[in-house]
T-cell receptor, first 113, second 114 residues
Framework: DGGITQSPKYLFRKEGQNVTLSCEQNLNHDAMYWYRQDPGQGLRLIYYSQIVNDFQKGDIAEGYSVSREKKESFPLTVTSAQKNPTAFYLC????????????FGEGSWLTVV | DQQVKQNSPSLSVQEGRISILNCDYTNSMFDYFLWYKKYPAEGPTFLISISSIKDKNEDGRFTVFLNKSAKHLSLHIVPSQPGDSAVYFCAASASQTGANNLFFGTGTRLTVIP
């Protein structure tokens, strides 16, 4: 089945540690995105990538890093510099540059303990 | 600054009646609008979209209306069913900017009462 796979679903991290969230898609989509959702709030864009080896900062990129070495993969690293990392993280992809719908993965819960 | 606004955080509707969810936007460059449905701890699911060249798009029980002059769109669900209970997000994008990402509202929690 085609889709977007995020892993892990639940992740606990100690303060001061980096953690990487995986996102893989087999939809042959060019663009990929990372969003963050906090309780009772909308989705905020962290990073996005339109093509391989290229990515752009979104609205809340501080404390995060990404890479796009393959079309199918867009991992997100939450670094120790991110002051409030506990949130629900959503990966998404889009089929073409304009006008197409963004489709989301199932999300990953990150909790800092 | 929130470019897409959903001013009603929650809405309760009786089963079988119409649900109307509203969304306002400020950026006149937005030309593509979407509605997503989200259950807790899951990713949003695409519901329906509309391009700015239209003022209405219908898909089964779901209809989206766009009023460009008022910068307002709405999602109508009729008849509402208990399974429709979820958080609904409105989103918008501006194809001409090339930014290629969606701007989301803060969501409206719909509860359909059996």
């Amino acid at each position: 089945d085609g889709g977007i796979t995020q892993s892990p679903k639940y992740l606990f991290r100690k303060e001061g540690q980096n953690v990487t969230l995986s996102c893989e898609q087999n939809l042959n989509h060019d663009a990929m995105y990372w969003y963050r959702q906090d309780p009772g709030q909308g989705l905020r864009l962290i990073y996005y990538s339109q093509i391989v080896n290229d990515f752009q900062k979104g609205d809340i990129a501080e404390g995060y890093s990404v890479s796009r070495e393959k079309k199918e993969s867009f991992p997100l690293t939450v670094t120790s510099a991110q002051k409030n990392p506990t949130a629900f993280y959503l990966c998404a992809s889009r089929g073409s540059l304009y006008g197409n719908t963004i489709y989301f993965g199932e999300g990953s819960w990150l909790t800092v303990v | 600054d929130q470019q897409v606004k959903q001013n009603s955080p929650s809405l309760s509707v009786q089963e079988g009646r119409i649900s109307i969810l509203n969304c306002d936007y400020t950026n006149s460059m937005f030309d593509y609008f979407l509605w997503y449905k989200k259950y807790p701890a899951e990713g949003p699911t695409f519901l329906i979209s509309i391009s700015s060249i239209k003022d209405k798009n219908e898909d089964g029980r779901f209809t989206v209306f766009l009023n460009k002059s008022a910068k307002h769109l709405s999602l109508h669900i009729v008849p509402s069913q208990p399974g429709d209970s979820a958080v609904y997000f409105c989103a918008a994008s501006a194809s001409q900017t090339g930014a290629n990402n969606l701007f989301f509202g803060t969501g409206t929690r719909l509860t359909v009462i059996p």
